[in-house]
């Protein structure tokens, strides 16, 4: 029996294929290239990136970033085997960022290392989003009113944050060109927005907070690649009472419980009892329980109390709906009726 070894026709070290060993084919082989040069273009004003012809918004540091292309720039052969990068970045000017990236690998068995030096060349470029919100561009305006009366401040409120969070998360899900292009406070609210899905969203989102409803009105405002183009108009009506409004109706304290497209749902205060409020009955706005102000008893005799009036610390009399239990020294939840220099007893 005999051993047959075979050896590197080239070192003559001991091969098993008898072909070029280990080392030597190191030796021959370029396994990895670098791009001397990448470019990272990024938006001054939003700091999203462009890859090719495709923006997107960057969670990530400008050194992530540098990182993250100077790895791209190199190219290892796929023998190379469990790749190791080290990168160190050095920034020589604003607009130039030095990346130092040493490779280790196994090649053909044997353990490699090389270093390669990228340069990232830093360019600024106004992105797809911001030419579009700097040129005014917009596809659709949301116009919120209120029937029969100015918006209140709490409904501006809830508006514009509806519309924030439709674009954040429209924008977090991809949808860059889904931006809030302003918000104008007129006789209402506008809300204009880069595209009219978006818009939709937002009328939707509002109505469904706070009432009332909306209608849509689109307008041709061109033509792109045969294509008609439209600007739409979300307009929201948001009923004339809100949700919480305490209103006076034929000598009864009505609080609206619900603001429905037709019918208004009211609990009266002096019973307890839920009814649907007539359209068109004449009413006067009290106020709201958003804006009750706690009141303490004094005393309470056959199903009166005596309330301290939290704003004249006068006692007045009240008499005791039976939905609410009170006794001497605790508290009820009162709005002040100006009008008629009463006080309501809402909770
Ligand atoms: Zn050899
Ligand atoms: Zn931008």
């Given at each position: 029996m005999s051993i047959r070894e075979s050896f590197c026709p080239q070192c003559g070290e001991p091969s098993d294929s008898g072909d070029l060993c280990g080392k030597c084919r190191v030796g021959r082989t370029r396994w990895m290239e670098a791009a001397p040069r990448v470019e990272g273009i990024t938006c001054p004003a939003c700091e999203s990136?462009?890859?090719?012809?495709?923006?997107?918004?960057?969670?990530?540091?400008r050194e992530e970033?540098?990182?993250?292309?100077?790895?791209?720039?190199?190219?290892?052969?796929p023998e190379a085997r469990n790749p190791e990068f080290r990168v160190s970045l050095w920034e020589r000017s604003p607009n130039r960022t030095i990346a130092t990236i040493s490779v280790k690998a196994i090649l053909f068995g044997v353990p490699v290392e090389e270093e390669a030096r990228v340069e990232v060349v830093w360019r600024g470029e106004t992105c797809d989003r911001c030419s579009r919100i700097s040129g005014g561009y917009f596809e659709g305006v949301v116009q919120v009113r209120a029937d029969g009366r100015p918006l209140s401040a709490r409904e501006r409120e809830v508006a514009a944050r509806i519309s924030s969070e439709v674009e954040e998360r429209l924008q977090e899900g991809g949808a860059r060109l889904s931006f809030i292009s302003r918000m104008t406070e007129d006789e209402g609210l506008d809300i204009v927005v880069g595209e009219n899905a978006m818009?939709?969203?937002?009328?939707?989102?509002?109505?469904?907070?706070?009432?009332?409803?909306?209608?849509?009105?689109?307008?041709?405002?061109?033509?792109k690649a045969g294509k008609r183009l439209y600007r739409i108009t979300y307009s929201v009506r948001l009923p004339r009472l809100q949700k919480g409004d305490v209103i006076e109706a034929d000598g009864k304290y009505?609080?609206?419980?619900e603001t429905g497209k037709r019918q208004l749902k009211v609990f009266h205060l002096g019973t307890g009892a839920m009814t649907v409020f007539p359209p068109d009955s004449p009413y006067r706005v009290v106020g709201n329980v958003r804006d009750a102000v706690?009141?303490?008893?004094?005393?309470?005799?056959?199903?009166?109390?005596?309330?301290?009036?939290?704003?004249?610390?006068?006692t007045k009399e009240v008499r005791m709906p039976r939905w609410v239990k009170v006794e001497a020294g605790s508290h009820v939840l009162v709005l002040q009726d100006q009008f008629a220099d009463r006080i309501v007893v809402v909770g």
């Open positions: 990136r462009r890859t090719g012809a495709v923006w997107q918004d960057t969670p990530v540091s970033l540098a990182r993250e292309l100077a790895l791209q720039a190199i190219r290892l052969v818009g939709e969203e937002i009328a939707r989102g509002i109505t469904g907070a706070l009432g009332g409803r909306y209608t849509v009105h689109p307008k041709l405002s061109g033509e009505l609080e609206v419980r706690q009141a303490l008893i004094a005393y309470t005799e056959a199903g009166v109390a005596g309330i301290i009036d939290p704003g004249s610390f006068a």
